[in-house]
């Protein structure tokens, strides 16, 4: 039931535990109750014999174990370090040198391996035990060499036959004829030497020779080392003699100088550069002397200078003499002066060179600008304090002069105009935009980047950085001693969430059905994408014809076209044209798209998106843009009748089958009332006849419509009556038909008119109505006086034309009343006239009548008048030339009443002159108020600004603003003070405003 087993007990044993390599052992089983055994020799080798026989192949100590398996059971034995395998010793060497002359010292090296003792015979009678022994041979011969190696109970002997080959050297040694003398020196050598197979010879002057006894020629000076080199028995020895042959020569002057010209007093080094000498003597030139080496003398005179150098050696004194060696100049002075040094920018300068000993001149202007002109004229563009600095060069030397804030240049005197423009408008957040101020005569500046009110920046350009999308405001807030102006561009900047930027253009945005027409679709990407894709949804029946794919492959089923990759920046043109079915309905039809990309969220395509079906296909009116009496190709006379031709195309379609798709109803409307209509037409030509139109502007509107659709057009009618050459206009000016009141104050203002043109002189017309009724004024600049003229007015003519009233019938020209002509005249030409003779001038029954005419202000570019004048017909501008007499321009106005002086705002401030330009009867231009007349009050006084590029409007008290450079009278002083308070005071309280 119970079985109780033995475990086996294992033993061993082996016939040889120790010995070299390679050891064979058989071992031997002596276990007990062992079923099997395995054993592990130490080596990596195992068996499972019972009696097995092992070769150890490499020396070491190696533990052997036994296990033995029995009854279920393994028990181990293990011997450590059981079987020792040694190697015998392996003599070797080596010699750091084994041939040589005596006495040859050799350092033997021992190489042995598994030796613990070593013995050397080197074969001369000597021994050693050392391990690495030095041992000399002093005798010539061939020596064999052994070392024994003992180890491990075993010696073993090299030997090396003629191990050892010593020799006898060569004895070098020489003589000469002679040793001393001057150059060239010619030396007969002689070879003494003993044992010696060949010679070579260094003779110390860069020669040499193999001769026996060769002969030298030495050509230089010096002391030369000889050297004589003996080879014989495989080895050479030299003999050398220092300077042993001396070579000599009569000394050789010479010097230099760190400097040979430059500025009194200046202060040279001497540098002795001579040969052979044993003493020196200098003569600098300037009656002093040095026997230094290398003396230092300062020379306090101008002057050239010759420098002597007198060298003594062997017996011998040589001089050397350079002639006008040093060469002492003067300083250059820089000076300079100028013509103005203060003044309005822009501000010209005349800069003199006043400098002395001045070769060449820089200038530096202070405004990044120069110049090497001796005498320049330089233009300061803006304003602010200017350092000029000139460098005058002269005898090598450059000495500047810089005279600080020399150049005062200040601002115009006039209100600022704020003006700027931005780096970029549009772009991905984070957007940084780049702001340029290009204002006109601004000091300060004030940002407001975001809109919201809020000063975000004090300074002309700065750079700010939008981190939230969305579209921005900027203002731009600028001022001077004479005022301020705001600057506001809603919408400036647009911030966009999403890094691709599409905008689509129409080329046209009114179609008739059946009309093709182009898309142009631009898309930028502000980052690398993949994927882009742009897909456009169109009206239902439309046709889309691709242009230019711009690289992307294009679904013409889905009209989508895709980039496989896009990269930053980088900017894709799209181009494809539409066109509405034949049958397409009237109105307004939308094209919509979106962009997308790989990991981006779809957007809209900004840009034109409408587009309107008219049933119009297309209008020719004709004989409508500018009426002229007297044009060859016109058949009409203006006072009777105008004649219009219109023509109609009806739902892209002809119409003469007449069926209710293609009826139509059409009304021509010529405000301010209805002058003909007319239903049921087709394609004709259409006339009208009115015979109470007179000249002036008028507003036509056409209007067609069908069963799904009315469509307005409206274009202006210019009509003029004149009797004047077509060839004499250069422009007409045509002002709108307007309805006035009788007793009304009226203004006319050229500068609103959107038809206006820049060679106009004409502001505006002021009268009073002397009856109700249509009116309209028109100009017509002449090239030259009107036609029924026949000469010039006196003076120099800066201007000629014809100012018509269209209806005279509304103007009293026999009356009392006072009728006002505002006009200008630009800066270049008032320099050429005489100051306070500019006058308008009218032809009236045959003459010319000089109009009582004053000035009201001035400008940058303008100076600006106001004349009165009893009706219209021909004009003409004049002023005195300066090289005739004067004839003063009156300074107050006329008698007139219910007029507005037509002044561009920014003149009322230049130089803070203003003058009374009109009586107690002229309304206010800045109240609109009349002291005794408010029916006039009511529409007639007002301040009309004529700046078109945002120039700063400083409205004034009075009409008038003097800018006259000769001053005022002295009768008119105490009311010009005055004046002169009322404008500080309202200017104070508008820059105030204006900030807040």
Request: with cysteine.
């Amino acid at each position: 039931y119970v079985t109780v087993t033995i475990p086996p007990i294992p033993s061993f044993s082996a016939n040889v535990t120790e010995g070299t390599f390679p050891l064979t052992v058989q071992f031997t089983d002596e276990s007990q109750y062992a079923e099997s055994v395995e054993w592990n020799f130490g080596d990596g080798s195992s068996s499972t014999d019972l009696n097995p026989v092992h070769t150890y192949s490499e020396a070491g100590l190696y533990t052997v174990s036994l296990t033995a398996t029995g009854n279920n059971t393994s028990v181990s034995k293990t011997f450590d370090d059981y079987v020792t395998v040694t190697i015998p010793p392996i003599p070797s060497f080596s010699a750091n040198v084994t041939e040589g002359t005596f006495p040859l010292t050799v350092q033997f090296t021992d190489e042995s391996q598994y030796s613990e003792s070593v013995e050397w015979n080197f074969g001369d009678g000597s021994s050693s035990t050392g391990l690495n022994p030095v041992h000399t041979y002093s005798e010539a011969g061939l020596y064999t060499v052994s070392l024994t190696a003992t180890g491990n109970g075993t010696s073993v002997t090299k030997t090396v036959e003629d191990c050892i080959n010593v020799t006898t050297p060569p004895v070098p040694d020489f003589s000469t004829n002679i040793t001393d003398g001057t150059f060239p020196l010619t030396v007969q050598f002689t070879d003494e030497s003993q044992y010696a197979e060949s010679v070579e010879w260094d003779f110390g002057d860069g020669s040499s020779s193999t001769g026996l006894n060769p002969v030298h020629t030495y050509s230089e000076v010096g002391l030369y080392t000889v050297s004589l080199t003996a080879t014989g028995n495989g080895t050479s020895v030299t003999k050398t003699i220092d300077s042993y042959i001396n070579v000599t020569i009569p000394p050789v002057p010479a010097f230099s100088a760190n400097i040979t010209e430059g500025l009194f007093p200046l202060t040279v080094k001497f540098t002795d550069e001579s040969q052979y000498a044993e003493t020196l003597e200098w003569n600098f030139g300037d009656g002093n002397s040095s026997n230094e080496l290398n003396p230092i003398h300062t020379y306090s005179a101008a002057g050239l200078y010759s420098v002597s150098l007198t060298a003594t050696g062997n017996g011998t004194s040589v001089t050397k003499t350079v002639e006008n060696y040093v060469n002492v100049t003067l300083l250059p002075i820089p000076d300079f002066g100028a013509n103005v040094t203060t003044g309005p920018y822009p501000l010209t300068v005349q800069f003199m060179d006043n400098s002395s000993y001045a070769e060449s001149v820089e200038w530096d202007f202070g405004d990044g600008s120069g110049s090497n002109e001796r005498n320049p004229v330089h233009t300061y563009e803006e304003r602010g304090l200017y350092n000029v600095t000139l460098d005058a060069s002269g005898n090598g030397t450059t000495v500047n002069k810089t005279v600080e804030d020399f150049i005062n240049v200040t601002i115009q005197p006039f209100p600022p105009a704020a003006n700027f423009s931005a780096s970029l408008i549009r772009g991905p957040a984070p957007l940084t935009v780049s702001f340029t101020d290009e204002s006109y005569n601004a000091v300060s500046w004030e940002w407001d980047f975001e809109g919201d009110g809020q000063v975000d920046y004090i300074g002309k350009n700065p750079v700010h950085t939008y981190e939230t999308p969305g579209s921005y405001d900027v203002t731009l807030y600028v001022s001077n001693a004479y005022g301020n102006d705001t600057k506001v561009v809603e919408d400036c900047i647009n911030v966009l969430a999403h890094p691709v930027i599409s905008e689509r253009n129409l080329s046209k945005t009114s179609v008739y059905p059946g009309e093709e027409f182009t898309v142009n679709l631009s898309v930028e990407t502000a980052w690398d994408l993949r994927d882009l894709t742009v897909v456009e949804d169109i009206p239902a029946g439309w046709a889309l014809i691709p242009i230019d794919n711009a690289g992307a492959e294009f679904d013409s089923s889905s009209n989508k076209w895709v980039w496989e990759n896009c990269s930053t920046g980088e900017s894709r043109q799209l181009i494809y044209t539409l066109k509405a079915p034949f049958d397409s309905d009237f109105g307004i039809f939308e094209i919509k798209g979106n962009v997308s990309a790989e990991d981006l969220v779809s957007i809209s395509v900004e840009g034109e998106n409408e587009v309107t079906v008219t049933p119009i296909a297309d209008y020719n009116p004709k004989a409508l843009k500018l009426l002229h009496v007297g044009d060859p190709d016109q058949e009409f006379n203006i006072s009777t009748h105008m004649l219009c031709n219109f023509t109609w195309y009806v739902n892209g379609k002809e119409s003469s089958e007449g069926n209710a798709e293609n009826n139509a109803y059409a009304s021509l409307v010529l405000s301010p009332e209805a002058l003909w209509k007319n239903g049921d037409f087709k394609n004709n030509y259409t006339s009208v006849e009115n015979s109470s139109l007179f000249a002036g502007k008028y507003a036509v509107t056409t209007r067609v419509s069908n069963d799904s659709a009315a469509i307005n057009h409206t274009w202006n009618f210019i009509i003029t009556d004149s009797a004047e050459s077509k060839e004499n206009i250069n422009n007409t000016v045509v002002l709108p038909v307007r309805e006035v009141q009788r007793n009304e104050s009226v203004t006319f203002d050229f500068t609103e008119d959107p038809d206006n043109t820049g060679d106009n002189s004409i502001l505006g017309v002021s009268f009073n109505a002397s009856s109700a009724g249509n009116v309209s004024i028109f100009v017509e600049v002449l090239k030259d006086r009107a036609s029924e003229v026949s000469e010039n007015p006196e003076g120099d003519v800066y201007q000629h034309m014809n100012i018509h009233l269209s209806n005279h019938t509304v103007m009293n020209e026999t009356g009392s009343d006072s009728k006002f002509i505002d006009f200008r005249v630009s800066r270049s030409w008032m320099e050429k006239v005489v100051p306070g003779t500019v006058r308008l001038n009218r032809y009236h029954d045959g003459e010319w009548q000089l109009l009582n005419t004053w000035e009201t202000g001035s400008d940058a570019k303008y100076y600006y008048f106001r004349a009165e004048t009893p009706g219209f017909s021909p004009f003409s501008i004049t002023g005195e030339n300066i090289s005739t007499p004067p004839v003063s321009t009156p300074q107050r106005g006329g008698h007139g009443t219910g007029s507005a002086t037509i002044v561009p705002a920014s003149s009322a401030a230049e130089d803070g002159n203003v003058n009374d330009a009109g009586n107690e009867d002229t309304d206010s231009a800045l109240s609109g108020e009349s002291d005794d007349s408010g029916e006039n009050s009511a529409s007639g006084s007002r301040e009309l600004d004529v700046d078109k590029e945002g120039q700063n409007t400083t409205e004034l008290d009075q009409e008038g603003v003097s800018g006259q450079e000769t001053g005022h009278k002295i009768s008119f002083s105490i009311s010009i003070l005055f004046l002169l308070l009322i404008i500080g005071a309202y200017l104070v309280y508008r820059q105030t405003k204006e900030k807040k």
